[in-house]
T-cell receptor
Framework: GAVVSQHPSWVICKSGTSVKIECRSL??????MFWYRQFPKQSLMLMATSNEGSKATYEQGVEKDKFLINHASLTLSTLTVTSAHPEDSSFYICSAPGRYYEQYFGPGTRLTVT | AQTVTQSQPEMSVQEAETVTLSCTYD???????LFWYKQPPSRQMILVIRQEAYKQQNATENRFSVNFQKAAKSFSLKISDSQLGDAAMYFCAYRSALREYGNKLVFGAGTILRVKS
């Protein structure tokens, strides 16, 4: 089946710094990828749709300038959390559409901002 | 907008027994896709089963089966012969067939399944 990877799996950064999370489709191409945020024991909250070669589409309430998304190739999308603060600490998950209408998910990235 | 409701925050099942997780959804569309995803403690989202709305036959994947009631907008998941490895959070998800919604998934709140040995 299709595999999506994320890097890093866990990152700790200091308040005010920026951190980049990578999402790669390993054995297929993805013109679209999705970024989610998840708090413990809660559902996935869609943050944005990453579009290869064009601007990302953000969900209502998501700060575009804080969560920068770049989809530079058909296999790579990146999420940069700029000027991170402790409230940005969360679990971030990416996904890419599969052939049969499903989505394949990356393993997630735990972000801790101190 | 479409919504997905999972009314059971937590469920428990004895090993080897059968459990059913509930999911209802609201949509005005006639063509769509439904999914059940499993999220174990590792937090990796795993596709359990999928159902196309135009298919009347209920999907089955080994010990996992669904009861798809289109008129009632219900999509429950039955797990037979429950195993310890089934312990996870289960999410019901909806995907519109309309191009304007892209490939977005709408998730329910999730149900935590505990399996007792």
């Amino acid at each position: 089946g299709a595999v999506v990877s994320q890097h890093p799996s866990w990152v700790i950064c200091k308040s005010g710094t920026s951190v980049k999370i990578e999402c790669r489709s390993l054995d297929f191409q993805a013109t679209t990828m999705f970024w989610y945020r998840q708090f413990p024991k809660q559902s996935l909250m869609l943050m944005a749709t990453s579009n290869e070669g064009s601007k990302a589409t953000y969900e209502q309430g998501v700060e575009k300038d804080k969560f920068l998304i770049n989809h530079a190739s058909l296999t790579l999308s990146t999420l940069t959390v700029t000027s991170a603060h402790p409230e940005d600490s969360s679990f971030y998950i990416c996904s890419a559409p599969g052939r049969y209408y499903e989505q394949y998910f990356g393993p997630g990235t735990r972000l801790t901002v101190t | 907008a479409q919504t997905v409701t999972q009314s059971q925050p937590e469920m428990s099942v004895q090993e080897a027994e059968t459990v059913t997780l509930s999911c209802t959804y609201d949509t005005s569309e006639s063509d769509y896709y439904l999914f059940w995803y499993k999220q174990p403690p590792s937090r990796q989202m795993i596709l359990v089963i999928r159902q196309e709305a135009y298919k009347q036959q209920n999907a089955t994947e080994n010990r996992f089966s669904v009861n798809f009631q289109k008129a009632a907008k219900s999509f429950s998941l039955k797990i037979s012969d429950s195993q310890l490895g089934d312990a996870a959070m289960y999410f019901c998800a909806y995907r519109s067939a309309l191009r304007e919604y892209g490939n977005k998934l709408v998730f329910g709140a999730g149900t935590i399944l505990r399996v007792k040995s």
